[in-house]
């Protein structure tokens, strides 16, 4: 088991069989912003990502290309997931790969466990199987197809007709696992977030389990079971264990020591699996459950679930391109209650950009640097006796450092950063009150102008590193502006759970001009 100051944050391994959209982005944005304040607040942070390669669909697609299954998943690993990263300035520590030669043994490993220890058996199934979803599909998302899929069965996820699939298939006894797992929600209430999550599961776990098939006999495209060559395992099972194989299971003892159990965020179209199924397959091979399992919203697109198959897919350079990575990463996380569904649109977005980045944040940037550079030749002045507006900023940044680090601990990144805004505001409305540019025009006023100016410079220091972790791109940018790169060092080796404790810039910093943070954008 992991030290209490380890860290370890995984999004969903993606499957790659299109190219990513921002509903992607969404999920690994989040788990990015997580990561970097655990990192930046000290911890043993670790983040992985990655893309799942294995599968029927992954095969067909392979075929109606005219290539191997591993040249098509190279090719779109490395065309689109890879680039993904880059675009949105994702800072992940390791990419993990299904067809990797370290998943595929610690896999076969842990499947071995599981068997060894008397959880797997062989026997029939027969099921309708949905290909996009590389699911057999329970009652409840099977729904009667309309149009021309009229007759048929389809999937209520993909809309397409599943099929019926007869195989011999080895089985996992999951069924034996619905008290185990009823305690553990019981015993801990926070393995799944949010409520209405949790609350899900446990009336899914409660109407009873099945044994789940683990593998497929129909196609070879996928791991073999290591006592029967004729099977792949089931890709879903596959998938699920590169958490483990990750960080060394079976091969690294000290690796796997220091930084499991691992805390799971994921899209809730696919909570069951990782709160229900993963669970239970790591009671099995003896291993610690997750540390929890946090299932975020849709986003909506027209009042429809992002999805390529419905043409509500939207590229995120198509944002990333126009805004820049830092307003994507803004926006999603912040116009979205972190947990709840959260509607798109361009408007919004534009709006959004304008009124907190461009107005907001940025603009507060600009002036105060600006002001520095004119009435104090660029030098960060010392600061006088505080007044009351004074210490009212600095209640704020101390308030909003710790709100924004409590409401990270619950996952809320959207809170966080409505803590966090508070500041701009504050700030803001501080700079109004105080009018420097009156103050600058009476020589009496020179020590007030100068309180009145670190207080903004050194807000804006506080700032820069409690939004780093949401805005790497700009704060950087803002840091330097600041100075405090020279007098403070690396903004990402910042102390964050520090950065509410008033007075770390230094009067004397030289500040540097600085072009606007989020420049206008045209048609927006």
Known sequence: MSNGSSFYITTPIYYPSD???????????????????????????????????HGQKMLRAAAANGVTPQEWVDKLVGEAWFPLLTSLDVANDDFIRTTQTRHEEGVKRFVQAVYDRGYIYAGEYEALYCVGCEEFK????????????????????????????????????????????????????DFIRPESARNEVMSFVRSGLKDLSISRSAFDWGIKVPWDQTHVIYVWVDAL?????????????????????AHHVVGKDILRFHAVIWPAMLMAAGLEVPAGVFAHGWLLVGGEKMSKSKLTGIAPTEITDVFGSDAYRFYFLSAIAFGQDGSFSWEDLAARYQAELANGFGNLASRTVAMIERY?????????????????????????????????????????????WTIVDELNGYITLNEP??????????????????????????????????????????WIALGAAESLGRLHDQPLRDAGRWGQLRPGTSVNGLAPLFPRVENA
């Open 19 to 53: 190219v990513p959209h921002i509903g992607h982005g969404y999920t690994t944005v989040a788990v990015d912003t997580l990561a970097r304040w655990h990192r930046q607040a000290g911890d043993d942070t670790w983040m992985l990502t990655g893309t799942d390669e």
């Open 138 to 189: 329970p009652e409840s998302e099977i729904v009667d197809g309309t149009g021309e899929f009229e007759g048929l069965k389809v999937c209520a996820i993909h809309s397409k007709p599943l099929e019926l699939l007869q195989e011999k298939n080895y089985f996992f006894k999951l069924s034996e696992f619905a008290e185990p797992l009823l305690r553990l929600y019981r015993e801990r209430p």
């Open 241 to 261: 264990l590169n958490y483990v194989t990750a960080i060394g299971y079976g091969e690294d003892a000290a690796q796997f020591e220091r930084r499991w159990p």
């Open 376 to 420: 104090f030749e660029g030098i960060v002045p010392p600061a006088g006796p505080y007044a009351d507006a004074d210490l009212a900023v600095q209640r704020t940044v101390a308030d909003a450092a710790s709100t924004a680090d409590a409401a990270i601990e619950r996952f809320r990144i959207d809170e966080a950063i409505a803590a966090i």
């Open 437 to 478: 540019w009156a103050l600058a025009k009476d020589d009496a006023q020179r020590e007030r102008l100068g309180t009145v100016l670190y207080t903004a410079a050194e807000g804006l220091r506080a700032l820069a590193a409690l939004l780093s972790p949401v805005m790497p791109v700009s704060t950087e940018r803002l």
